[in-house]
């Protein structure tokens, strides 16, 4: 039988117990109820944390640069060079091989989640003689960049290419056909890659051709110099349902994506498309890069 002492006893140790438990799940929801963003204060981040790095050209090879975290009190590096956000190392090597203007970042992240950038501007000077890009204006994002490209009228009417900030894209109908093309000066003797970014909702009897050839196009007359190199074609499987991608990797005609010349010449790049109903194909980086 409990006394009355006993019995004092017992409730004193679980009002006890309850006053803790209840103390624990204060502080628990206090806590959540914090933003999930909130970094200031919160004892986890570090208040020092710093993105800053350096550019330094690697000595004696062209196009090739060092970018390298200043301060190393941090956890990860994410970079972005201009291709988008990926993670990295403190210290890394990047080959930039056409001539421009890039908005380097640096993102560091530290304790706690928090993210610190910074950015500097770097200027290539000169397109790597082997790996640069030469098509100029090839991601048709300024004014000069379009006026690097010339309309190949082929139908009178019912095709038209339409130059966007950062594309160009053709549309066409009834059987109706039409071409962009730019001369470009190669190196004989050296392989050459042709190659896009394409994309589109799905074409309906519709071709898409991309030419490189030493014939120069004649504006009203339809282009088939050397051959279809890569490009979509209905019939014999791609471009009928939606799409996005390299063009080298969804094509489905052409003799491929490679081209060499036996001597130095001015050869043409043209991409035409037409057909049926092709409805919208839009192209951005347009390229044409040696391989050796």
Known sequence: MINDKNRFVMIFKKTKY???VLGVLGMVMLAGCQPEDSFENNGLTDPNLDAS???TPVSGTANR???EAQNLNYIFSKWDIGEG???GKSTEEIFLPDAGTYNITHIAIGRGGESKSASQELVVPESDPNAGNLVVGGKFETDEDIAQWTILNISASGASWTFDSGSATITASDWNQQGIFQAIEVQGGKNYAVDMNVQGE???DTWFEVYVSTTA???LNDYSADGTRIGLNTWNGCGGTPFSGKLSQLSCAGSGN???FDEDTTIYLVIKCGGGNVGA???DNVELRGTN
Do not use: A, D, K
């Open 281 to 283: 194909i839009t192209i």
């Open 258 to 260: 490679v081209v060499s």
């Open 65 to 67: 640069y060092v970018l």
């Open 53 to 55: 790095f350096t550019i």
């Open 202 to 204: 799905g074409s309906v």
């Open 85 to 87: 956000i990926y993670q």
């Open 18 to 20: 309850r006053s803790v």
């Open 217 to 219: 196009p004649v504006q």
